[in-house]
């Protein structure tokens, strides 16, 4: 006769997801209330991107580095920073006690609520093709998340992990370098949207290493490697975001933040870091058909958005 508590214990290794800790879910309200500071900071960074260029008159080729200096003296980009600085702190809290590919997508909500501010501020209604976008984009992430809160799991990440993760960052940024000086003086928001999107992706997947390593104590010279790396990330892919601002609406860089951001980041976690190895083939084909929908919504957000179709480039808002 097998002892109850040995059936039960065996019971519980076999559990995944919510069902073995149900504490990862303190990481939704954590990454939610993220995604809240998120939109506000976007909308007051845009602001106050928008004001910088107006005032200096130049608006092709990216953020000059005067233009960049001169953002530290707007009041409203220096509140959408601190507001965007309590977002990483909810996220990284999130992370924290959540697995990447559970917290990191939740921040889609950030764009339904960019999208009601940007509305009121530009004086231009969404249209009913970007608000069919949307929920493409919200519709395939809350499938995406719903997948990963019974099958994500979380396994010690070993050096050779690392040192890829490192390795394709380092070939990332240098594509997107050589892109950026081939194209600067022509680019359209999507290329700095996927930019910033793609390498903020890295700086989840690097934070959550670095938080998990810590707290297991192993905090050595390769944790110092990814913490700088993390910090490397974080000033390119700020740089690709405040052009964006510039040449395409909040919501809309939100929209692709929202997106490619968690797409890069659950890819590393899937194929990487093995955060889905439990899961079964039907849940990692529901993975591939969410992140499609969601990335085709982002698609026909940059071709329907209102202020981009006014008249074929993004009308300027209202700045105060």
């Known amino acids: 006769m097998i002892p109850l508590d040995a059936t039960l214990s065996d019971g519980i290794d076999q559990l995944v997801g919510v069902f073995r800790d149900p504490r990862i879910l303190l990481g939704i309200p954590l990454a939610l209330l993220g995604a809240v500071f998120m939109s506000f900071g976007a909308q007051y960074q845009h602001r106050g991107v928008q004001k910088v260029e107006r005032l200096s008159g130049k608006t092709t080729g990216g953020l000059s580095r005067k233009q960049l200096t001169s ?54 209604k969404p249209t009913r093709q970007s608000l069919i976008a949307i929920a493409l984009c919200v519709g395939g992430i809350f499938i995406f998340v719903t997948i990963a809160a019974f099958f994500a799991t979380e396994h010690v990440v070993t050096e050779r992990e690392l040192w890829i993760i490192l390795g394709i960052l380092v070939v990332v940024v240098i594509v997107f370098g050589v892109f950026w000086v081939l194209v600067r003086r022509r680019a ?19 934070a959550k290493v670095v938080i998990s390593r810590a707290q297991a104590g192993n905090f050595e010279w390769l944790t110092m490697l990814c913490l ?20 395409g609406p909040p919501d809309l860089v939100i929209a692709g933040l929202t997106v ?24 990692l084909i ?29 009308a300027k808002p209202r700045v105060k």
């Not at 559970?102 to 004086?123: D, E, H």
């Not at 993975?287 to 480039?313: E, N």
């Open 228 to 247: 700088v790396a993390l910090l490397a990330a974080v000033a390119v892919g700020a740089y690709f975001v405040q052009t964006a601002y510039s040449v």
């Open 71 to 124: 953002l530290l003296t707007r009041p409203s980009w220096v509140a959408g920073t601190v507001m965007l600085g309590l977002a990483i702190v909810c996220q990284l809290s999130a992370l924290s006690v959540a697995p990447l590919i559970l917290v990191q997508p939740l921040g889609a909500i950030a764009l339904v609520i960019t999208t009601v501010l940007n509305a009121r501020v530009s004086g231009q």
């Open 188 to 206: 359209q928001a999507l290329f700095y949207i996927m930019a910033a999107g793609v390498i903020y992706g890295f700086v989840a997947t690097l």
């Open 286 to 314: 529901g993975f591939v058909i969410a992140g499609a929908i969601a990335t085709w919504g982002v698609i026909q957000l940059t071709k329907h958005h209102p202020q981009v179709t006014a008249d074929g480039k993004p």
């Open 260 to 283: 490619i951001d968690p797409i890069v980041a659950v890819l590393i976690g899937l194929l990487v870091l093995g955060e889905a190895s439990t899961a079964p083939a039907w849940a």
